[in-house]
Structure formats: C-alpha cells, structure tokens
C-alpha cells in the first residue's frame, strides 16, 4: 500500500476510533495518528432498511457507531467506520460461516464489484459530524475450486465484508481507476485526511 497520509485534527479532542476492526488501527497508526479505540455496541449495526443502497448502509452504520460512542464520552473527536462490498445489485457484509464466505467468493469471482466505506468524524466538544462514503472499483479474477477450497481452508475470509482480504497477500483483486486501497480495507485514509484538514466547512451541526 502506498504511503499513507496524515493531517492535524481538527480539535484539540484526543482521538477515538469507534471500532474493534484491526485493520482501522493497523491503518491509522501506520499513517502517525495518535488515538484509542473503544468498541461500538452491536446494536449499532443492526437494523435492516430492505431499499437501502450500499452506499446508505456504510453511511448509516458509521453514523450509528459514532453516535454510541459519543454517547458514551465527554469529550473526544470520534471516528467510526463500516465497510461491504457490493456485486450486481447485492451487498456483501461479513461472512456468518464457511458456505456463506463460498457463496460470496463465488459470486465475487471474475467480476467488476465495488467496496464502499462509509466514515463518520464526530467532535463533541464542537458538537459538529462529517459522514461521507468512499467507493473503490474492484476486479476479482476467476477462482479455480483450489484457489477457493484453500482459501476457505485458511479462515482469512471471517470478519471481512465480501469474504476476501485485500491485504491478504494474494494477488487476486485489482483496484480499479486508481481508488483507494486503504478504503478497501476499511478506511479510506486519504478522504480522511482532507476531512480532518476541512473538518469546518465539511461538518454539520448536530444534536
Ligand atoms: C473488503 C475488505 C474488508 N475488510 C474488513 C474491514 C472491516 O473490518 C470488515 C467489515 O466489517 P465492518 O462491520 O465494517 O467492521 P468490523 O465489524 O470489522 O469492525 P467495527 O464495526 O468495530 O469497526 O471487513 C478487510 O479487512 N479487507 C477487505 O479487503
């Protein structure tokens, strides 16, 4: 993955990450950022809106995770995040078990599919919140039955939405029209930093 930017905060609230995902933490220390993490609840993520778009589902759950947290500070500059991937119409979130992770993989496999992010920065101090989305296109190449049986042989598919990790180390996903790897695995680093840098004119006032 390329060099990854960083910006200043915006506030002088110390940063929360809202989120028990490794991969954000790996992501925000190797860009230098500075934070402790505390987990959402699960209710945050649930909740099932059947007309949703893949795109307002990352936005809501990343609004929701963010706003459990909030709740449960008095201060802190909080950043939250959800990710899935989506194919033809259908959207892939984490695996519940092996056949799921296969039917996703299948699916997956030899076709375009895009991975969005959607992130949520929340000052409480400033009591201001930026939600946006970021979308990254994808090709998965096609899978041979030993490329799949091995790969869901390996248990690197569980908690990762579409079944498959990008940084998994094996060269099965091109990222298309120069997107965001980083996006792909769970926070688009470069949109957050022009967040962070913009925080003022992008936030909106809430509560
Ligand atoms: C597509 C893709 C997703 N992922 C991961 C990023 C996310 O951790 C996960 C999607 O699940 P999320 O629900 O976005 O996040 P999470 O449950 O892991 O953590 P939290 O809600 O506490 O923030 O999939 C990869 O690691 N590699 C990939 O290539």
Redesign the pocket.
Known sequence: MSRLPKADLPTEEPLIL????P??AQLLTAAGYEFRTQ??SDEA?CGICSRETAPELVARYAYR?AADIVSKNAIGLVL????V?ACYGEIL??PYDVEHAESMLRRLSGRKHD?YTGICVWSIATRRCVVEVVRTKLFMQPLSETMLRDYLHSMLWD????A????DGNDWLEVLESGSESN???LPMERLSEIFSDFDNLSVAVQ
């Open positions: 809202a989120s028990q995902s991969r954000r987990r959402a993520e995770k939250a995040a959800d990710t991937a979130g984490k991975v908690g990762k939405a579409g498959f990790g990008y940084q792909v695995v769970g």
